[in-house]
């Protein structure tokens, strides 16, 4: 404090706001929102916007073509908002009962799956257009219970939809050209533990469930 003989005396300071600075400030605020009304694809004005079931909105035009490289998912949190169709070669999928039980699951037996893919020529859809892939037989395991035989409905919704197998480069050999898994994990061994593709794996089912739901495929459409 300021001192006049000795003693101290108050002074008080006065802020006084420039005019339209007020104002200013509120329209900063709003020009925030601004980004709000901007398609997250373009990056400019929405041209129809279309709202997902997510709530994230995008032009018509974005949407349509980020449809056509990620499928029907939303491009900000991949949650899918129709039928997904994956690349996956024609082929078969059956499955029968088998009296084993799996390491984990000791009351009940198992569900053993056999897949067969024959080899062929890619389409456009596939890496390498008008070249050969090699085919592929594999064998995968499910607990014979409840739940084991929920996961067996929705992955036959996935197969029937393309998306358990792709065309690609093989994560084991490194060969190209190979049918391979699609992030669709399976269980190709009856024991061994996670490391070696088996049981017991008491997370499996769950994780399972999450692979095919970040696919679309969930109980109800499963059904």
């Not at 499955?95 to 056999?114: D, E, M, N």
């Not at 070249?131 to 995968?140: L, M, T």
Request: with cysteine.
């Amino acid at each position: 404090l300021p001192l006049k003989d000795d003693k101290p005396v108050k002074v008080m300071y006065i802020i006084l706001t420039p005019p339209g600075l007020e104002e200013a400030s509120k329209g900063a605020t709003a020009g925030d929102t601004k980004e709000e009304e901007n398609c997250s694809i373009c990056m400019d004005t929405f041209k129809k916007k279309k709202q997902l079931k997510c709530k994230h909105e995008f032009c018509e035009g974005c949407l349509e073509q980020s449809k056509k490289s990620l499928g029907p998912c939303c491009p900000l949190c991949k949650d899918v908002f129709g039928k997904m169709e994956g690349d996956q070669p024609d082929g078969k999928m059956i499955w029968r009962s088998g009296h084993t039980s799996l390491p984990g699951y000791p009351q009940c037996g198992c569900i053993v799956i056999s897949y067969w893919i024959p080899g062929g020529i890619q389409t456009v859809n596939h890496p390498n257009p008008g070249k050969r892939y090699d085919g592929i037989s594999r064998e995968a395991y499910l607990p014979d219970n409840k739940e084991g035989n929920e996961v067996l409905r929705l992955l036959q919704k996935a197969f029937d939809q393309k998306l358990i197998f792709t065309v690609g480069m093989s994560r084991t050999t490194g060969k190209e050209n190979q049918v391979t898994w699609n992030n669709i994990h399976h269980k190709t061994s009856i024991s061994g533990g996670q490391q070696c593709f088996g049981y017991p794996d008491p997370g499996y089912l769950s994780r399972v469930r999450d692979e095919l739901k970040a696919k679309g495929i969930v109980q109800q459409t499963a059904d």
